[in-house]
């Protein structure tokens, strides 16, 4: 029942996405620390 068409659960094209979307939020962050000098929590008042 694994339907490459299908665009829910764990297929090829939600694995793709989710590699994406998590490179993007790891460069966002490693981007915000270099230019603010803050860690993403701390930027945020978290910490």
């Known amino acids: ?3 490459e068409n299908t665009k ?3 297929t090829a094209f939600a694995e ?3 590699g ?3 490179m993007i939020g790891f460069s966002s ?3 915000l620390e270099l230019v603010s ?3 993403v929590l ?3 008042g978290i910490l």
Request: aromatic content about 24%; hydrophobic content about 50%.
């Open 29 to 31: 962050a490693l981007i």
């Open 8 to 10: 829910f659960g764990f």
């Open 1 to 3: 029942m694994n339907n």
């Open 16 to 18: 793709n996405w989710n």
């Open 20 to 22: 994406r979307l998590a």
């Open 42 to 44: 701390h930027f945020f």
């Open 37 to 39: 000098g803050q860690g």
